[in-house]
Every structure is written in structure tokens, then in C-alpha cells.
């Protein structure tokens, strides 16, 4: 084989493989692009499993909130009404002490 035999022998070479590499990287660009879209659905996909436990997490603490303010609700009620039936009874024991002293001074500008 002469000297210039190699160099076209080489240069073939050369051709072939960056030829080869070219059509690799021209039918390899589908697969890339499926496998970005797979990691992208599969991130996503994890995002909205993520974002289901978190909203699963805030629902059961707004049920708890929820029971804490019907807890609070029905002991302030409880609470008014008591404080309600003491100032029903001091206005009627005011009001008979006022009637009393009414009386009283009645009797007492009588004499």
C-alpha cells in the first residue's frame, strides 16, 4: 500500500466516523427529546403528588382548627349565657332594692 492509499484510507476513516456520529446524533434527537419529556412528566408528576400530601396535610389541620373554634363557640356561648343569667339576677335584686328603699324612704317621710 503507497503513502497516498493511507491518507485517502485515513481520511475515509475520518469521514465515516464523523458521517456516523452525525447520523447518530440526527436519529438519536427523537430519543432525546422522549427522554426529556419522560423527566418532565415524571418531575411534574412528582410536583402534584407532592402538592396532594400538602393539601391532604392543610385539610386535616383545618379540621382541627375547625373542631378548636366549635370548642371555643359553644364554651364563649355557655359562658354569655351564664353571665346573662347573673345580670338577669343582680337587675332583679336591684330592682327590689330599689322598690325596698322606695318603701322605705316612703315610710320614713311619712312620720
Do not use: N
Amino acid at each position: 500500500m503507497g503513502s497516498i492509499e493511507l491518507w485517502i484510507a485515513l481520511v475515509t476513516a475520518l469521514l465515516s466516523g464523523i458521517g456516523l456520529k452525525a447520523a447518530d446524533s440526527f436519529f438519536s434527537r427523537g430519543q432525546r427529546r422522549e427522554d426529556y419529556a419522560k423527566t418532565l412528566r415524571d418531575e411534574l408528576r412528582l410536583e402534584v403528588q407532592q402538592l396532594h400530601a400538602r393539601i391532604d396535610s392543610l385539610e386535616k389541620e383545618l379540621a382541627e382548627k375547625d373542631k378548636m373554634v366549635d370548642y371555643w363557640r359553644e364554651k364563649y356561648y355557655s359562658l354569655l349565657s351564664k353571665d346573662s343569667e347573673t345580670l338577669d339576677s343582680i337587675s332583679e335584686k336591684f330592682e327590689f332594692l330599689h322598690r325596698r328603699i322606695g318603701e322605705l324612704h316612703d315610710e320614713t317621710s311619712d312620720t
